[in-house]
């Protein structure tokens, strides 16, 4: 099957953007200056890697596809038929894996807990000591929740970090913080806004961003 | 060979206290909520000790996960937010007394 069935524009950029040789990927790595020890730490244990067989570029490239395929609409899309289907929703608070099958999504490694913000309680995660994250349904974490700022300060005033986010909680609605520090990663079912009884899972599904399930924000208002 | 999970020594409703302990190593155990006081909230299961894992060894015997709750009030003197505002944090047995409701309802701020 060839992945050029989109017409006769040839649009490369945006099918192949990992596909590139050894050199793309080094550029990468010094795209933001000079590598830190890590980086170079990097570099050194990949090439000794393909150097001695162990995998090869191809297949750290494939790696890599792989990982960009896990997008936030995966995560999505479990929110959207969570809201519209009350026993998938418990499924998928009883039995995460299972469930997430049910829609076709692969969430083997660790294990997946989902959380439901509601009326009473807005649900928000965070790893403090590291920046572990629901990669299965949300893919490549951003930068800010990897970073020492939304760590260090969402456990210790997570309505001011809210606000920064534009989030703003009736007094009547308590916080929750979840610190992912085991073997758990958390995932947030956002409310359900108003205004939305008439929607398809579908149209449902584009009001749920990366950020509501992190708990950060809401989900988006329809309209 | 096989090695059986340590007795879980704590249910859901137990007051719980997160032992003070700071040394080196590999531990999973977030330092702000070290001598405080909370509930357990859930349990997640038995799995290996990551202290001893991390460094070569096998991480046995497996112990048991904790969900443990705490009062954001207990945790920071200046907190910004209801009183009713909580904190979970997933704590292996093996970092865990156990307290008395009167230390939950005292806090930890006293």
């Known amino acids: 099957m060839s992945s050029h069935e989109h017409g006769s524009e040839h649009s490369h950029d945006h099918d192949h953007d990992h596909a590139h040789g050894d050199d793309d990927l080094l550029a990468e790595v010094f795209e933001g200056g000079p590598p830190d020890d890590y980086e170079v730490l990097e570099i050194a244990l990949r090439e000794l890697l393909f150097d001695k067989g162990v995998i090869t570029p191809a297949e750290l490239k494939a790696k890599i596809t792989e990982w960009d395929g896990k997008s936030p609409e995966n995560g999505a899309r479990l929110v959207a038929r969570a809201w519209v289907d009350p026993d998938f929703k418990q499924r998928l608070k009883d039995d995460f894996y299972s469930a997430a099958t049910e829609l076709d999504i692969d969430t083997a490694g660790p294990k997946l807990v989902a959380l439901e913000s509601d009326d009473d309680v807005h649900h928000v995660f965070v790893c403090t000591l590291c920046s572990c994250y629901p990669r299965a349904v949300l893919g490549i974490p951003p930068e800010w929740y990897k970073s020492k700022e939304y760590r260090s300060r969402v456990v210790v005033d997570p309505r001011g970090v809210l606000e920064e986010f534009g989030t703003t909680l009736p007094d009547s609605v308590d916080v929750r913080v979840t610190d992912n520090t085991a073997e758990n990663r958390y995932f947030i079912i956002p409310k359900r806004p108003e205004g939305t009884d008439g929607m398809s899972e579908e149209e449902l599904a584009k009001l749920v961003t990366r950020d509501s399930i992190i708990g950060v924000t809401e989900a988006l208002k329809p309209g | ?110």
Request: aromatic share 10%.
């Open chain 2, 1 to 110: 060979m096989s090695t059986d999970p340590l007795p879980q020594r704590f249910r859901v409703g137990d007051p719980v206290r997160v032992k003070p302990e700071f040394r080196p190593g590999h531990l999973r155990t977030p330092w702000y909520i070290r001598g405080k006081v909370g509930v357990v909230d859930g349990t997640i299961g038995n799995y290996w000790n990551p202290e001893t894992s991390a460094e070569g060894g096998d991480g046995k015997p497996d112990r048991m996960v904790y969900h443990v709750c705490f009062k954001q009030t207990d945790l920071w003197p200046d907190y910004h937010g209801k009183n009713s505002d909580e904190l979970i944090v997933d704590i292996q047995d093996h970092w865990l007394d156990a307290a008395s409701m009167e230390e939950v309802k005292a806090g930890n701020l006293s």
